[in-house]
């Protein structure tokens, strides 16, 4: 069964730090594309950002840019996000999930979606 669950929020000042951990099952990371997604309350739910498999393109959303790191630990077989200065407006809870091949570009969606983590920026 492919899942993937999110760990690692919690409740931080602007301008703190988090790094959250996806944990993967059922597959290896390093044979998909892997997403972090954002969803604040009443809102859509938004990629944040993608890790392609083999060539490691990454994509971040503008907002996020310069600020959040994802990478990959195949031997581990996690993805993480690195969060440095973290803003109010980052609040959100946070998913992670699969695309069905190698690359961010590639159309369709995401599976092994699991539970999120909160992450709550306080002013």
């Known amino acids: 069964e492919v899942q993937l669950q999110a760990f690692g929020g919690g409740l931080v000042q602007a301008g703190g730090s988090l790094r959250l951990s996806c944990a993967a099952s059922?597959?290896?990371?390093?044979?998909?594309?892997i997403g972090w997604f954002r969803q604040a309350p009443g809102k859509e739910r938004k990629v944040v950002s993608c890790i392609s498999s083999s060539d490691n393109n990454t994509y971040y959303e503008d907002s996020v840019k310069g600020r959040f790191t994802i990478s990959r630990d195949n031997g581990k077989n996690t993805v993480y996000l690195q969060m440095n200065n973290l803003k109010p407006e980052d609040t959100a809870v946070y998913y992670c999930?699969?695309?069905?091949?190698?690359?961010?570009?590639?159309?369709?969606?995401?599976?092994?979606w699991g539970q999120g983590t909160q992450v709550t920026v306080s002013s």
């Open positions: 999930a699969r695309k069905g091949g190698y690359y961010c570009s590639e159309s369709g969606g995401y599976a092994g």
């Open positions: 059922g597959f290896n990371v390093d044979d998909y594309a």
